[in-house]
Antibody
């Protein structure tokens, strides 16, 4: 079964750090571009970051640039999001999502999400 | 404030048809493919439509997509109570160099 499973979420104080992981299974992870997308409680979807299949190309949303870092380990079939200098507005469910096709315009597989709460 | 504009809510009776609009600009919808997602309560989004009007395997043909200029539309026919969900449109924005989503539309099947 094609699957993405996120982990690593939790409660963190403002200014703190957290590392999210996304474990892929059921497909050739190294062949796919990946993204992180977040959703604040009761709000819509917000794209966070993109990484190419090799990891050489990375793009961030302006709202997270310089604080969040996306990476991947194709040998471990895993995607990561290192989150530093966290703010209250980073509170959200974080989803990893697989790119469909060759342009970063559609995401066909999503994980179940992991909740990040930034609060003192 | 989302880059793509969707109506906050739509409603229709079971068996009827509903359309959800998604309005953007030349930097996003006008020059890129649009995708649509369904998010049932408490679950992750699910891809319904990609490349404006194509359905992934397993998505019933009750769901359809179209695009004209800088706007896109999701159509759902033969509404079922199980279709009650939030629906989001998404695409790439060339000016922002970012994926952008609509604010979401809550579908109620009366």
């Amino acid at each position: 079964e094609v699957q993405l499973v996120e982990s690593g979420g939790g409660l963190v104080q403002p200014g703190g750090s957290l590392r999210l992981s996304c474990a892929a299974s059921g497909f050739t992870f190294s062949s796919y571009e990946m993204n992180w997308v977040r959703q604040a409680p009761g709000k819509g979807l917000e794209w966070v970051s993109y990484i190419s299949s090799t990891g050489y190309t990375i793009v961030y949303a302006d709202s997270v640039k310089g604080r969040l870092t996306i990476s991947r380990d194709n040998a471990k079939n895993s995607l990561y999001l290192q989150m530093n200098s966290l703010r209250a507005e980073d509170t959200a469910v974080y989803y990893c999502a697989r790119v469909w096709g060759t342009s970063n315009e559609a995401f066909d597989i999503w994980g179940q999400g992991t909740m990040v709460t930034v609060s003192s | 404030q989302s880059v793509l504009t969707q109506p906050p809510s739509v409603s229709a009776a079971p068996g009827q048809k509903v359309t959800i609009s998604c309005s953007g600009s030349s930097s996003n919808i006008g020059n890129n493919y649009v995708s649509w997602y369904q998010q049932l309560p408490g679950t992750a989004p699910k891809l319904l439509i990609y490349a404006n009007n194509k359905r992934p395997s397993g998505i019933p043909d009750r769901f359809s997509g179209s695009k004209s200029g800088t706007s896109a539309t999701l159509g759902i026919t033969g509404l079922q109570t199980g279709d009650e969900a939030d629906y989001f449109c998404g695409t790439w924005d060339n000016s922002l160099s970012a994926v952008v989503f609509g604010g979401g539309t809550k579908l109620t099947v009366l």
